[in-house]
C-alpha cells in the first residue's frame, strides 16, 4: 500500500501479529545496559501468517538466537516444527493430566 496511513484497527490478523512481534523484538533491542532481556517467549499467532511473512519471522527468531538469546515460541504451525531443532510436546495423559516430551 505504499507510504499510505492506515489505522492500526484496520490490520489483518497477520500483520497485526507482525507489528506485535515486531514490538517485542524492538523492546528486547533496546534494552538498556542494566537489563538484558535474554529469553523471549512467543504465543502463536504464526498460523495467520503468509508463507513470506512466516519466513521473515523465522529469520527475525534465528537471528535472537544467533546472538545467544533463547526463543521459545508456542505454535501448531508444521513449518515451524520442522526448522526448530528442539521442541516440547506437551501432550494429553488422561484425566485432566498432561506429560512433557522433548523432541529433537
Known amino acids: 500500500m505504499g507510504d499510505e496511513l492506515r489505522s492500526v484497527h484496520s490490520l489483518s490478523g497477520g500483520e497485526t501479529f507482525l507489528v506485535s512481534l515486531a514490538l517485542a523484538l524492538g523492546l528486547a533491542g533496546m534494552a538498556s545496559g542494566e ?4 529469553s523471549l517467549f512467543i ?4 498460523g495467520s501468517l503468509d508463507p513470506d511473512s512466516l519466513a521473515l519471522a523465522m529469520e527475525a527468531l534465528d537471528g535472537l538466537q544467533a546472538s545467544g538469546r533463547r526463543v521459545g515460541v508456542i505454535s501448531h504451525v508444521a513449518e515451524m516444527h520442522e526448522r526448530i531443532p528442539v521442541r516440547i510436546a506437551v501432550k494429553p495423559a ?6 512433557l516430551e522433548i523432541e529433537s
Open 35 to 38: 537489563l538484558k532481556i535474554e
Open 43 to 46: 504465543d502463536e499467532g504464526f
Open 94 to 99: 488422561g484425566n485432566g493430566q498432561s506429560r
